[in-house]
Nanobody, 119 residues
Framework: QVQLVESGGGLVQAGGSLRLSCAASGRTFNMGWFRQAPGKEREFVARITWSGGLTYYANSVKGRFTISRDNAKNTVYLQMNSLKPEDTAVYYC???????????????WGHGTQVTVSS
């Protein structure tokens, strides 16, 4: 049984920073962060391979967000800097057996953490 638990969301002013964490149980997977704003589809944010050697970002967050992982702690992080109001969404971490940016390819999901960026 794989469980993913996100934390670190909250309310921040535009230009501020937050760091999200995703604690995972079970074996090591390729991991991704996704987000979903009200009335919108879930969208890819960033992903990292199981070893941490390869990362990939959506264009909308490239240069502002950084995904990383600590396999000793079985935890994946998303450092979010220079936040904008359009980053407001529920953020989910997810685990996949192979590298992908498609939500449908991820086998396990957390319950999400709310990030709200005020202008």
């Amino acid at each position: 049984q794989v469980q993913l638990v996100e934390s670190g969301g909250g309310l921040v002013q535009a230009g501020g920073s937050l760091r999200l964490s995703c604690a995972a149980s079970g074996r090591t997977f390729n991991m991704g962060w996704f987000r979903q704003a009200p009335g919108k589809e879930r969208e890819f944010v960033a992903r990292i391979t199981w070893s941490g050697g390869l990362t990939y970002y959506a264009n909308s967050v490239k240069g502002r967000f950084t995904i990383s992982r600590d396999n000793a702690k079985n935890t994946v992080y998303l450092q979010m800097n220079s936040l904008k109001p359009e980053d407001t969404a529920v953020y989910y971490c997810a685990a996949a057996n192979f590298i992908s940016v498609r939500p449908s390819d991820y086998n396990y999901w957390g319950h999400g953490t709310q990030v709200t960026v005020s202008s």
